[in-house]
């Protein structure tokens, strides 16, 4: 596996020689730590007064993370939500600046920060808010991204099953993590363990919750859990992840894109379900009384036949094919020439939002295929 994709792959071995031992992340020295569930209860509810508390919540069958005010609202046993946590870094629709006449034109510059405890985060997304770190917090520094990580916590927890049939992560290597977290949780039954990652989280811990010191039948315990889980998931992927850039590279002028033209809708639910897309658009709304306004930030996609539009009225992916062409390139090829990293974390967000059926796996195993039949010809 390539050390370049988002994370190593861990076999089972690794479980023994690093969860249940105790270790340094970021400068902390870490032993494991158990709450118990009612105590966890506790500990969310003791940090709403003091943080914007985010987390996952379920709607209508389906799951979505949303500020929680009740802590019987929080679903830690959710699957997926239906967009990532990133909306929290990243807003669909951000402010950014206020302009006036009365201010002789003047503009300035607005930066709502609020600090933030996202609860629930599972691994897949825990990795691509690193992408989204680099993307945001180095070369040209996005402020109001960095200003709102630096106030940000981040709870996650151990994925112990699938979420969905679209979820590859154990061939993204993303089925796990160990860092990037400030807490981290995994569910033991009627406790759950903590991995402390961080200064941040211990103050946390330290502030808002009850917890006991792991003893040695819940170091056993959580080998057991972390042992079982290993093989529920199964690798989606025919290839090792490690040849996608190559893979792609090759598959610039695969007939397959055409395909996925003539089927795509061009709806941009893809990208907009998407944790590591960061497109965006800026527009200046001007107010009722023509003397005051606002520049807005938002989300956008390279899948809406506006977005590669320039002056002059030219459209450089003018065509559906191409447009999937550039996001299959941008997640396993651009993005990790770019910063070291795929661009895909594995979550399958994007496949179950997909009308037409145009998933990861299905499209990066059929590029596969048929790199194999030009080779073998």
Sequence with gaps: ?????????????????????????QGVAVSLTIIQKQDLADFVANLIPDYRVAGPTESDGRFL??????????????????????????????PILNFSQRTNGKAKQVDKTEPTVIVGVHTCDLHSFHLLDLVHTTGYVDPNYANRRQNTLIVSIECLKPCTD????????????????DLHLTDLGESYSVDIGTEAGQQLIDKYARTSEASQEDMKRLNNVLSEKWPKFPYRLDFDISDLPSLLSLSMKSPL????????????????????????????EVDLDLTTG?????????????FATVAGGHNFRES??????????????????????????????????????????????????????????
């Design 320 to 377: 559906r094919a191409l447009r999937q062409r550039h996001r299959f390139m941008r997640k396993g090829k651009y993005i990790q020439e770019a910063h070291g990293y795929l661009g895909c974390v594995g979550c399958g967000r994007c496949g179950q939002a997909c009308l037409v059926d145009i998933t990861m796996i299905g499209v990066l195993n059929d590029l596969y295929r048929l790199q194999e039949v030009e080779g073998a010809s």
């Design 65 to 94: 993370f949303s500020i929680i005010e009740d802590v019987g609202d929080l679903r830690l046993d959710y699957n997926t939500t239906i967009l990532p946590p990133k909306k929290y870094l990243l807003p669909t629709r951000e």
């Design 166 to 181: 679209q979820s590859f992560c154990k061939s993204m290597g993303t089925l796990t993590a160990d860092e990037g977290y």
């Design 294 to 306: 606002k520049r807005v930030r938002l989300w956008d996609s390279c899948q809406l036949d506006h």
């Design 257 to 284: 894109w055409a395909e996925l033209g003539d089927r795509c809708l061009s709806c941009a639910a893809c990208t907009n379900v998407c944790p590591t897309c960061f497109c965006f658009d800026v527009k200046d």
């Design 1 to 25: 596996m390539s050390k370049r994709c988002l994370n190593t792959i861990k076999t089972e071995a690794w479980w023994d020689s690093e969860l249940t031992q105790g270790k340094h992340t």
